[in-house]
């Protein structure tokens, strides 16, 4: 559950030394968004290819898609690479205001990601 106090006190202290910081409300948006889109999408994800994402559920979709749906939450994509490694499978994803990363390993059958949000412009 997102902690709304702790991000506000994060917040407060980050403001004070950075005059490019983005406004508060936009910041507790974009948290928010990461936890929504962490439970929507990256906690479900059980492998990865070059074309698609799959899910826990038995479906999959298009990776172009999962990155239109990423844009929604993080706005527009500005770097994106899929690359097959001798160890499985990386995308890597920028966005306006965040950045992205889900792994695919082959001999674990696991994925790992994780997104980091920037606040500042």
């Known amino acids: 559950m997102l902690d709304i106090e702790k991000i506000k006190d ?3 202290k980050l403001k ?3 005059p ?3 406004s508060l409300e936009k910041v507790i948006l974009l948290e928010k968004g990461k936890e929504e ?3 929507k999408y990256l906690s479900k994800i059980t492998k990865l ?3 698609f994402i799959y899910f826990k559920n038995g479906t999959s ?3 172009d898609k999962f990155i239109k749906e990423s844009e929604i939450f993080f706005g527009e994509l500005t770097f994106l690479e899929k690359k ?3 160890d499985g499978w990386i995308i890597k994803a920028a966005f306006s205001f965040s950045l992205m990363s889900i792994y695919y390993y082959f001999d674990k059958k696991n994925v790992k990601y994780g ?3 920037y606040w500042d412009r």
Do not use: H
Request: proline share 4%; net charge negative.
């Open 61 to 63: 979709l298009p990776i």
């Open 16 to 18: 004070e030394n950075s």
């Open 10 to 12: 994060k917040y407060d």
């Open 20 to 22: 490019d910081i983005l």
């Open 49 to 51: 290819d070059g074309a």
């Open 37 to 39: 889109f962490e439970l």
């Open 115 to 117: 997104i980091n949000v």
């Open 84 to 86: 097959e490694t001798t």
